[in-house]
T-cell receptor, first 111, second 113 residues
């Protein structure tokens, strides 16, 4: 299966700071998604971004499919951004929909 | 639109007991997934349905886990008998079809004593 490496594993920021989270895939993927898992365990969709760049408020994401990586940018971070950020993708060589997840980046934003 | 509904939210059982989880996907979503998330890890797929048929159960421990989606809408996942290593969050997700964005429910947190 696909191996997904996320970096950094942990990130501690002061409110207002910017950050970049990275996701590398061992093989070509489709259907790349970024999720935020909040402290209550809910997994919230942030982006569906197989390729290119998307922006949603203070968040943006870029996927370079040919180089098998994706980046999530968080600007002007807030305490509510705390939680675990996951990226995931499906195997381009498969017709199935299994999402392969990384181990996540634990983000803590303090006031 | 209503999201993916799961119940119960929490469950505590003793090892060797049985437990069942329920999931109602987003209306119109043909594909339904059950994932297991162990503490400190990302979710891992257990089983995937397309309508009421199984398309991927290669990672499902079939000696103790079973799942069904009889009418192609809601689904149940059962564990019998439970082991200590089954302590995890069980997440249900749905998508309009395979290779479309997946949307997750709030999960069921299972603790085995």
């Amino acid at each position: 299966g696909i191996q997904v490496e996320q970096s950094p594993p942990d990130l501690i920021l002061q409110e207002g700071a910017n950050s970049t989270l990275r996701c590398n895939f061992s093989d070509s993927v489709n259907n790349l998604q970024w999720f935020h898992q909040n402290p209550w365990g809910q997994l919230i969709n942030l982006f569906y971004i197989p390729s290119g760049t998307k922006q949603n408020g203070r968040l943006s994401a870029t996927t370079v499919a040919t180089e098998r990586y994706s980046l999530l940018y968080i600007s002007s971070s807030q305490t509510t951004d705390s939680g675990v950020y996951f990226c995931a993708g499906t195997d381009r060589g498969s017709t199935l929909g299994r999402l392969y997840f990384g181990r996540g980046t634990q983000l803590t934003v303090w006031p | 639109e209503a999201g993916v509904a799961q119940s119960p939210r929490y469950k505590i059982i003793e090892k060797r007991q049985s437990v069942a989880f329920w999931c109602n996907p987003i209306s119109g979503h043909a594909t339904l997934y059950w994932y297991q998330q162990i503490l400190g890890q990302g979710p891992k797929l257990l089983i995937q349905f397309q309508n009421n048929g199984v398309v991927d159960d290669s990672q499902l421990p079939k000696d103790r886990f079973s799942a069904e989606r009889l009418k192609g809408v809601d689904s149940t996942l059962k564990i019998q008998p439970a082991k200590l290593e089954d302590s995890a969050v069980y997440l249900c997700a749905s998508s309009y079809s395979i290779n479309q964005p997946q949307h997750f429910g709030d999960g069921t947190r299972l603790s085995i004593l």
